[in-house]
């Protein structure tokens, strides 16, 4: 750019340009002269960014030639010809730039500078007077076009708004200005714990919402697991964001969780250095973190959505916006890159804090932290697969192969009619994992005396014991099975966690005493009178159960969360006598790049309708027990996974959208005053992104009869 202090004579062209323009309308030639004299000339070349967003420079300019462009946080408000004008507001206010220019082509200006207009006002007092009038009639029809703008996005609302509303904060209530955004109201933090969003009327939304009734809100803090989910989900458009600012042509997309880390599937990681990337993205993320960027919500009219997500090549995107129902759709960013907008997100990057990444197979790995997510962690060097990535490799290239590779392409195939033929690809597929697991225990039928089967809760384990003695029959084994569920000690007698609740997990809320004791006898050859718990009432029926004894040949399978744990059986199995399964639900498909459905929440939506329909709990007591029921599976479940002989992953690809026929109402149940509101607000949003499957397509013997009733087995 260059500058020049002597403001020539303008040309007949360029003065008519003026004249026509918006600040100088009306001016006569002789006047716009007298403006330019105080002026400079400056110059600017094709493509340059001249003023930047936050500028704290204060100039007026005026267009003689070329064509430049305005933005605003990225965004197009127009473009400007000869004759138009900038930065009239930055000169008379003297506050920063509220947008950037960008020259198109090569451009003419003149400059006036706080300085030289000062100088125009002392000498020409009435013509600076005119120019002030104008722009002020300039920003008056901006307004007024916004106004209409916004008007029509709220459908014609005519009743004006109330200048205060009522807002009830615990037990305090204020009178505050409509329009006041919750992060003017909450604290940023509470009981030493990250405020990351609001619960406006009990809804989980961003600290950036502004109030326009009265209503009752709280704080929503990382240490919920609603607000856990937020946190994450901030910091993973983060990392996508500065990957993008890396190499918009990297592909990369949020894989899979593992408790508190999360897969980042990077395309063709095998040629890429990822312990580069890993350091280069946590740099960049520290970067963006620092320097404290607003995190976005834009709401976009689907088309635009739809052609953005397009061109970008983020088709799973795409194919989920063509069953939206309404016609926006609202988009996040903190950047260049655009994600859907799956819920409430921080207001800005600056608390994005404690992550690391490490390098991993699939590309990177991102570990959380702590709960606390601005206590820094130490490096955890480069991140194992895990024992299941094999199945959980195979699983995906089928369904790669099926063309389902997203929520979006699934709702297609079902649209299209092709959902019986994925329900049999689903069920086929189980069905030939179970046989394999069958196959290898008969291969070591000579030594294995106990098969023990674990998972977390509502993984299916009771019903893929059934599926597998139906393998093992096959292979000429007769298992007997044993579940451990049957075992719990009566309600009153059951240990309690550190709020005082029930802990149903505990490895102590089993009667080890009993479970072992009849193990003990069934392998030394004995008839045994086994237990059964009636959950209804809570109590535990020593003698309720079936008789059963081990034939010789035959195996006794047991069931439950703590299958794996070495405590459970103590020294009864002998060397090589006992093999273990792991079962969980793993495989899970994605909105877009940065949102994917929850293996956690998948458990969640079982158990919720499985305990509305046999064990006498509502949706919402299942909510407000999950974190519990998580706590404890961290504690006694998960730390056990290397144990297991074999794992298999018992998600279905289609059981969401059959989940939804159930848990939609379910969820519905819940009262806006309950506790468990934000969460089933959430699974209502995100069962309602898929197109419903009514369960008369699903067979008998799925996993999920377990849960929605109507399954061939007995429970």
């Not at 309308?25 to 004299?37: K, M, P, Q, S, Y």
């Not at 000498?123 to 901006?142: K, P």
């Not at 990392?239 to 593992?258: H, K, M, T």
């Not at 059934?466 to 075992?487: A, C, E, F, H």
Request: with cysteine.
């Amino acid at each position: 750019m260059s500058a020049s202090p002597e403001q020539p004579l303008a040309a007949a062209s360029t003065l008519a340009a003026l004249a026509r323009g918006p600040l100088l309308a009306g001016f006569t030639a002789d006047e716009i002269e007298t403006v330019l004299r105080h002026a400079e000339s400056v110059e600017v070349p094709e493509g340059a960014v001249f003023l930047r967003e936050g500028d704290e420079s204060h100039d007026l300019y005026l267009l003689l030639e070329g064509e430049a462009q305005i933005r605003r946080h990225r965004l197009t408000l127009g473009t400007l010809q000869p004759g138009g004008h900038f930065g009239a507001l930055a000169l008379l206010t003297r506050r920063p730039r509220s947008a950037s220019v960008l020259a198109l082509t090569p451009l003419r200006l003149a400059r006036i500078s706080p300085a030289r207009w000062e100088a125009l006002a002392a000498r020409e007092t009435r013509l600076a007077l005119r120019i002030v009038q104008t722009a002020l009639v300039d920003v008056r029809e901006d307004l007024m076009e916004m106004t209409d703008s916004v008007g029509a996005l709220l459908q014609g609302r005519s009743l004006p708004r109330a200048k205060e509303v009522v807002v009830q904060l615990g037990d305090r209530r204020e009178r505050v200005r409509t329009g006041t955004p919750l992060r003017a109201l909450l604290p940023a933090e509470l009981d030493g714990e990250l405020v990351v969003a609001g619960l406006l009327g009990q809804k989980p939304v961003s600290l950036n919402t502004p109030l326009f009734a009265d209503a009752a809100v709280a704080p929503l803090t990382v240490g919920h697991w609603e607000g856990r989910q937020i946190y994450t989900r901030s910091v993973g458009l983060l990392l996508l964001e500065a990957a993008f600012q890396i190499d918009p042509g990297l592909a990369v997309r949020l894989g899979p969780s593992r408790g508190a880390t999360q897969i980042v599937e990077v395309a063709a990681a095998g040629s890429v250095d990822r312990g580069r990337l890993a350091s280069r993205l946590a740099e960049r993320m520290e970067r963006m973190a620092d320097a404290d960027i607003p995190i976005r919500q834009e709401w976009w009219a689907v088309e635009e959505a739809l052609s953005h997500f397009r061109e970008r090549g983020w088709d799973d995107a795409a194919h989920l916006l063509n069953t939206a129902r309404q016609a926006n759709v609202p988009l996040a960013s903190c950047g260049e890159l655009y994600a859907l907008s799956m819920g409430p997100l921080l207001p800005s990057t600056g608390a994005l804090r404690g992550f690391h990444l490490a390098p991993h197979a699939e590309g990177v790995l991102v570990d959380y932290g702590s709960r606390d997510p601005r206590r820094a962690r130490a490096s955890s060097g480069t991140a194992p697969a895990g024992r299941d990535g094999g199945m959980m490799d195979e699983h995906r290239r089928w369904l790669a192969a099926m063309g389902v590779t997203s929520v979006g392409a699934f709702n297609d195939l079902c649209i299209s009619g092709e959902v019986r033929h994925l329900i049999r690809l689903a069920e086929g597929f189980h069905e030939k994992r179970i046989g394999q697991a069958a196959d290898a225990i008969a291969a070591a039928r000579d030594r294995i005396r106990i098969i023990s089967i674990a998972g977390p809760s509502s993984s299916g384990k009771t019903t893929f014991i059934k599926r597998l003695t139906v393998q093992l029959q096959i292979n000429g084994i007769r298992p007997v099975g044993l579940s451990l569920d049957d075992y719990y000690v009566d309600r009153d007698k059951t240990v309690r966690d550190q709020n005082g609740d029930f802990d149903f997990e505990a490895l102590e809320a089993l009667d080890l005493g009993m479970l072992q004791d009849h193990v003990g006898r069934l392998l030394a050859g004995e008839e045994v009178k086994t237990a059964h718990y009636d959950f209804v009432a809570g109590r535990s029926q020593p003698e309720g159960g079936p008789r059963i004894r081990l034939g010789r040949g035959d195996l006794l399978m047991l069931e439950g969360i703590h299958g794996l744990n070495p405590g459970l059986l103590g020294a009864i199995p002998a060397e090589g006598q006992l093999f273990r399964v792991f079962v969980h639900p793993a495989t899970t498909l994605p909105f877009d790049r940065l949102s994917r459905v929850s293996a956690t929440d998948l458990r969640l939506l079982r158990r919720i309708i499985r305990d509305r329909h046999h064990r006498g709990y509502g949706a919402a007591e299942n909510i407000v027990r999950w974190p519990s029921v998580q706590a404890g599976e961290q504690k006694h479940i998960f730390p056990y996974h290397g144990e297991a002989d074999a794992v298999f992953d018992a998600s279905l690809i289609y059981e969401p959208a059959v989940l939804k026929v159930f848990a939609e109402r379910y969820l519905l149940e819940v009262p806006a005053s309950h506790p468990a509101y934000p969460t089933a607000h959430r699974l209502r949003h995100l069962i309602d992104r898929f197109v419903s499957i009514y369960p008369d397509h699903v067979p008998p013997t799925s996993m999920i009869r377990e849960f929605i009733g109507g399954s061939g087995f007995e429970y």
